[in-house]
């Protein structure tokens, strides 16, 4: 549901107020301690971030993706790491169960997710199945009334925090690629469930990822979601929102780095002036500018259609290219603009310069992107 | 126990001030504007009184243009119960703005008045002792703490030597300061409810007061900027420097 504009500014407002008073002043606290302050994780549930897109009957916002777009991009001019804690809550941890959830696995687990009481990951990408998700091994043997889950997935966000995982695994052993996956509600304190360690990682400090391997894990053939085999159909649904979601994180972080840059700029001195009056550094302050209204335009064209039901695949994976690349550009001006200090962990900008680069490969590597946008134009000249 | 808590709309504490170029004031088009913090301080504790089950209601109330209602609304969404708007595009001195909270205050029965201890534009701090005069009430201002017994309210104010704490009988005036509270984050569910509740809109006329400025003002000016600084080499330099302007002792 579209908020009335005014109710959007004013919440807004109080985000900016929550990113100025709270969020930033404690991103190096963050990066020390690598994880958030109980009191901010207290604050976002507070505010609702946990169920931005949860729909309202189940406790959540219910928000449309344009007004979740313009949250996010105020929310993320700070640490990531606070976005990647609501974010699978947001994201395809809950949006599998909202498209493809039945009534009762809704009223069970959505209001706890809504309300970031409870944290789900989503469980996918395995040792060798990264890109190529639809090979993935993991499998689901039915038993009777239960499944038996064994295999072991990677990178899972949220998983030393997940008190609920979805899952992806493999249903069906002789169908290959994505028909034979079926997609499964996990709570996290069941027998047969092991996390690793967690990784280490280039940046995203206070974001935690990690293994989580399943061992003979017995689940009820109620924690399916939707029938066998659709599993990949479910992911599939809520990709697009992901992808545009990503976008609005980057064009957040984006602004952020602009934002330090400039003030950067103005109040440093070189040769007797500020280093902003030069015009190499305008070229980079006005280069950057450009390209995040860029990616801003092209976001809240691609969210309008999206909330308006149209499909928005190719737009959704242009935009994802787009905004993780231009974030990537900024952060590497940002250094730049700040010359030796912006190599140093003093400056915020040499956190985010690593943070960043994570934006290029999740949620779809930039490579996959331009796979889906040639593929989507192929076959539409092909059907036209 | 009512409560009236009164707030104004000022420029954001984050904006950048600019005088106009004609020196008539302080430039507010296209400027972020906010309710004066000090204010919001005051609608939050107000909110603590009233959930600690020492108040039933809560009345917010801002003179100025239509634009105030934004501000009204933002304290209806925090949780104030209902809204007063009085509506003009006069200016408004603090000894008539006093008036008029004086007239509201006594047709709403009210215990207590909450307000910032100023407001961050004009930086007055007269509005809610001048109102506690004309209503012929205790004041306690500057309360960075508050607690009610019985018909009683007492107030910590930080002064200079320390710590004064003063006791009022209710109704009263009571003027906040930063240090009294943080005000909460606004929910969304909240912004949308308090769409629906009231706010009633007066007219100057209907309070029975007039504009009148008794103050005018015969220009703002930015502040002159600052003056390179020097750098000295040694201790001694300093202090030969510091001698030479007549700030130490020889």
């Given at each position: 549901?579209?908020?009335?504009?005014?109710?959007?500014?004013?919440?807004?407002?109080?985000?900016?107020?929550?990113?100025?008073?709270?969020?930033?002043?404690n991103?190096?606290?963050l990066?020390?301690d690598?994880?958030?302050?109980d009191?901010?994780?207290?604050d976002?549930k507070?505010?609702?971030?946990?169920?931005?897109s949860?729909?309202?009957e189940y406790?959540?916002?219910?928000?449309?993706?344009?007004?979740?777009?313009?949250?996010m991009?105020?929310?993320c001019?700070?640490?990531v790491?606070?976005r990647?804690?609501?974010?699978t809550?947001n994201?395809?941890g809950?949006?599998?169960?909202?498209?493809?959830?039945n009534e009762?696995?809704?009223?069970r687990y959505?209001?706890?997710l809504?309300?970031?009481?409870m944290?789900?990951?989503?469980?996918?990408t395995?040792?060798?199945?990264?890109?190529?998700?639809?090979?993935?091994t993991?499998?689901?043997?039915?038993?009777?009334d239960?499944y038996?889950?064994?295999?072991t997935?990677?990178?899972?966000?949220?998983?030393p925090?997940?008190?609920?995982?979805t899952v992806?695994?493999?249903?069906?052993?002789?169908t290959?690629?994505?028909?034979?996956?079926?997609?499964?509600?996990?709570?996290?304190?069941?027998?047969?469930?092991?996390?690793g360690?967690k990784?280490?990682?280039?940046?995203?400090?206070?974001?935690?990822?990690?293994d989580?391997?399943?061992?003979?894990?017995?689940?009820?053939a109620?924690?399916r979601?939707?029938?066998?085999?659709?599993g990949f159909?479910?992911?599939?649904?809520?990709l697009?929102?992901g992808r545009?979601h990503?976008?609005?994180?980057?064009?957040?972080?984006a602004?952020?780095l602009?934002?330090?840059?400039l003030?950067?700029?103005?109040?440093?001195k070189?040769f007797g002036?500020?280093?902003a009056d030069?015009?190499?550094?305008?070229?980079?302050?006005?280069d950057?500018?450009?390209?995040?209204?860029?990616?801003?335009?092209?976001l809240?064209d691609?969210t309008?259609r999206?909330?308006q039901?149209?499909?928005?695949?190719?737009e959704a994976s242009?935009?994802k290219?787009f905004?993780?690349e231009?974030?990537?550009?900024?952060?590497d001006?940002?250094?730049?603009?700040?010359?030796?200090?912006?190599?140093?962990a003093?400056y915020?900008?040499?956190r985010?310069?690593?943070?960043?680069?994570?934006?290029r490969i999740?949620?779809?590597?930039?490579?996959?992107q331009?796979?889906?946008?040639a593929?989507?134009m192929?076959?539409?000249?092909?059907?036209? | 126990?009512?409560?009236?808590?009164?707030?104004?709309r000022?420029?954001?504490?984050?904006?950048?001030?600019r005088?106009?170029?004609d020196?008539g004031g302080?430039?507010?088009?296209?400027?972020?504007?906010?309710?004066?913090?000090?204010?919001?301080?005051?609608?939050?504790?107000?909110?603590?009184?009233?959930e600690a089950?020492n108040?039933?209601?809560?009345?917010?109330?801002?003179?100025?243009?239509?634009?105030?209602?934004?501000?009204?609304?933002?304290?209806?969404?925090?949780g104030a119960?209902?809204?007063?708007?009085?509506e003009?595009?006069?200016n408004?001195?603090?000894?008539?703005a006093?008036r008029?909270l004086l007239?509201?205050?006594?047709?709403?029965?009210?215990?207590?008045?909450l307000?910032?201890?100023?407001a961050i534009?004009?930086?007055?701090n007269?509005?809610?002792q001048?109102l506690?005069?004309?209503?012929d009430?205790?004041?306690?201002?500057?309360?960075?703490?508050?607690s009610?017994d019985g018909?009683?309210a007492?107030?910590?104010r930080?002064?200079?030597?320390?710590l004064?704490?003063?006791?009022?009988?209710?109704?009263?005036?009571?003027?906040?300061?930063?240090?009294l509270?943080?005000?909460?984050?606004?929910?969304?569910?909240?912004?949308?409810?308090?769409?629906?509740k009231?706010?009633?809109v007066k007219?100057?006329?209907?309070l029975?007061?007039?504009?009148?400025p008794?103050?005018?003002?015969?220009?703002?000016?930015?502040?002159?900027?600052r003056?390179?600084g020097?750098k000295?080499e040694?201790v001694?330099?300093?202090v030969?420097?510091?001698?030479?302007r007549?700030l130490?002792?020889?």
């Amino acid at each position: 549901m579209a908020l009335d504009a005014d109710v959007l500014e004013q919440f807004i407002d109080q985000v900016k107020r929550l990113v100025t008073e709270k969020l930033v002043p404690n991103e190096e606290r963050l990066v020390e301690d690598d994880d958030i302050p109980d009191e901010i994780v207290d604050d976002l549930k507070d505010l609702g971030f946990f169920g931005l897109s949860i729909p309202e009957e189940y406790g959540g916002l219910g928000l449309c993706l344009t007004d979740e777009a313009k949250i996010m991009m105020e929310f993320c001019q700070s640490s990531v790491a606070y976005r990647s804690r609501i974010g699978t809550n947001n994201g395809i941890g809950s949006q599998g169960l909202v498209i493809d959830g039945n009534e009762q696995q809704k009223q069970r687990y959505l209001p706890g997710l809504a309300s970031g009481e409870m944290i789900a990951s989503f469980a996918l990408t395995e040792p060798g199945a990264g890109s190529d998700a639809a090979s993935l091994t993991t499998s689901a043997v039915r038993d009777g009334d239960h499944y038996l889950l064994n295999g072991t997935k990677r990178f899972i966000t949220n998983a030393p925090q997940a008190d609920l995982f979805t899952v992806m695994a493999r249903t069906d052993a002789s169908t290959p690629g994505a028909r034979g996956v079926s997609a499964f509600i996990v709570e996290a304190d069941t027998p047969g469930i092991t996390l690793g360690k967690k990784d280490k990682k280039m940046g995203q400090r206070g974001a935690h990822t990690s293994d989580v391997i399943f061992e003979n894990c017995r689940i009820p053939a109620t924690a399916r979601i939707g029938d066998e085999g659709h599993g990949f159909k479910t992911a599939m649904k809520v990709l697009d929102r992901g992808r545009l979601h990503i976008s609005a994180v980057c064009i957040g972080q984006a602004e952020r780095l602009l934002k330090d840059s400039l003030n950067y700029a103005i109040e440093r001195k070189q040769f007797g002036e500020r280093i902003a009056d030069f015009q190499l550094i305008q070229a980079m302050l006005a280069d950057s500018r450009t390209e995040i209204y860029a990616a801003r335009s092209m976001l809240l064209d691609a969210t309008r259609r999206y909330d308006q039901a149209e499909r928005v695949s190719e737009e959704a994976s242009c935009c994802k290219m787009f905004a993780s690349e231009m974030v990537g550009r900024i952060a590497d001006r940002a250094v730049q603009i700040h010359g030796g200090a912006g190599y140093m962990a003093d400056y915020a900008v040499e956190r985010f310069y690593r943070d960043v680069r994570l934006f290029r490969i999740y949620e779809g590597t930039t490579q996959i992107q331009q796979l889906v946008i040639a593929k989507s134009m192929i076959r539409s000249a092909e059907n036209s | 126990m009512k409560i009236l808590v009164c707030i104004k709309r000022v420029v954001d504490y984050n904006v950048r001030i600019r005088v106009k170029p004609d020196g008539g004031g302080v430039v507010t088009d296209g400027v972020k504007m906010s309710m004066n913090p000090f204010d919001e301080i005051a609608v939050e504790e107000a909110l603590r009184i009233k959930e600690a089950g020492n108040a039933d209601e809560i009345i917010v109330v801002s003179i100025g243009a239509k634009q105030v209602q934004e501000q009204l609304r933002t304290a209806l969404a925090m949780g104030a119960d209902r809204g007063i708007h009085v509506e003009t595009t006069e200016n408004i001195q603090p000894l008539t703005a006093s008036r008029m909270l004086l007239n509201i205050a006594q047709s709403e029965g009210v215990d207590l008045v909450l307000l910032g201890k100023q407001a961050i534009d004009d930086d007055n701090n007269q509005t809610g002792q001048m109102l506690a005069a004309l209503w012929d009430r205790p004041q306690a201002t500057f309360a960075s703490g508050l607690s009610f017994d019985g018909g009683k309210a007492t107030t910590i104010r930080e002064v200079d030597a320390g710590l004064e704490v003063l006791e009022v009988d209710l109704p009263a005036v009571v003027t906040v300061d930063l240090r009294l509270n943080e005000p909460r984050y606004v929910k969304l569910p909240d912004m949308m409810k308090a769409k629906k509740k009231t706010i009633d809109v007066k007219t100057l006329a209907d309070l029975g007061v007039e504009a009148a400025p008794g103050v005018s003002s015969l220009g703002v000016r930015p502040p002159e900027g600052r003056q390179a600084g020097k750098k000295v080499e040694t201790v001694e330099e300093l202090v030969k420097e510091l001698q030479a302007r007549g700030l130490v002792n020889d």
